[in-house]
């Protein structure tokens, strides 16, 4: 009898042992932070990116939708510190277009996986392209992380077939451990099954080093420094987006402009648009800083020039949509009414300029529209309000004709989701390529902090001189 009591003692005193350190095992290698991103060809190649607490394997498997994933190659990609974790990252690369993929990312020997997540393939011939975009959650504790994937949440239940989700920045407040866990952990219905299209964001991007692309596997362009965020693009349908790196604001470098150029010439899509974080057009409190300022003086021409259709920026936190806009002027534009997707819509026909859309938060911190906007701002608003009852989000459904655009907002209390702002735009000529492009150089400069706030006081500095001259000119 002693004897059992003994081994029965004994066996406990091993359970006890070993059990917290396979539990604790189990919490280090466990899998967190999946995203699924842009890295190359949107129709063969994805990026892949998730955290550990601890040391572990960097393994991905992917196959499509209908075939065994635990049989399908294990691709093995590379881990290193970050934020007193681990990152890792992997790509998969020879995908079939227009397939839709399941996937899973871990650790293959220690047999700890990640949920299971999808994503599907571009087509390499259809022209359509419908995404959901969202700006700012910018949270800071669970509760508004998790109000904010409410509004993502309703997006997904308004356009069940989208194929890539926009984030247009300010992904977190603070950029702490806390708050990434908890944007990643109340967003994983989204950015576990579908692409992510992340927009580096101040809040991960100034003094916040490297913190978005430790977050993110993105195939950044060449010549991107990653700093503070990075600047790349991809093909989807008839169109060709570019995602602007906004922090690269002291002011916008030489190097991504050119970049931009480069790479807009370069598209013979038939809808060109523009993903950045800060606003060129925007009456939020923002708009009237002198890095903004800067940054819209130097691309609002580049934007006239490369014929761009539509920008969506966030950083303002309030609701925005211009006129068709050339530089500062709006442009007079036709209309068409005729039914689309089974609904009577009022089309912009062959609009000569771009349309800036800021479509508010998805968050929870919101503000009021800036009467004091500089001009032409206010002058050049379609719609300019802002979204204090909810978060908003936007959809868009595009082919090589159209262009269909709805914003919503959804309600704090109710939850209940109203149509805020839409826009059309149809096109009925095919826009030509830019046959006669000489591409420009985008090795410039070496992007450095020291060379950032150098050339940031150069142009504040040049700023206060025209205001000068201003000043002296009405006197
Ligand atoms: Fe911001």
Redesign the pocket.
Known sequence: MKKTIVRIISLMLVFCMVFPMVASAAVGNEVTRVSVTINGDTATARGFCWYTDEKAGTDLQVAPVGTDLTKAEVITGISYPSMEKYVHKAEAENLTSDTKYQYRVGDSEAGVWSEIGYFTTSSKTDDEANFIVIA?V?ASNEENFRKAAVVMQKAVETMPNYEFAVNL??FVNDCTNEEWDSYFRNFAFSNMNTTLIPVA???EGNLQWFKFNNMFNIGEAEGSAVITGCYYSFDWGDAHFAVLNSNDMYPMSASQINWLKNDMNASDAQWKIVLT??ALYSAGK?INKPDTIIMRNLLLPVIDELGIDVVFA??DHMYFRTETVKGEKVQETQTITEVWNGESTTFALNPDGTTHILPSTAGTKRYSVNEDAIPPILESAALARDTKEGGVFATVSLDSEHFVYKAYMVNDETQEKTLIDSYAIKKTEKVPANETFVELPTDINEETAEQHINTFVTEIFKMIISYFKLLFSII
Request: hydrophobic share 0%; proline share 0%.
């Open positions: 700012d910018q920045g300010d964001g101040n809040h974080h800060r923002n966030g950083h």
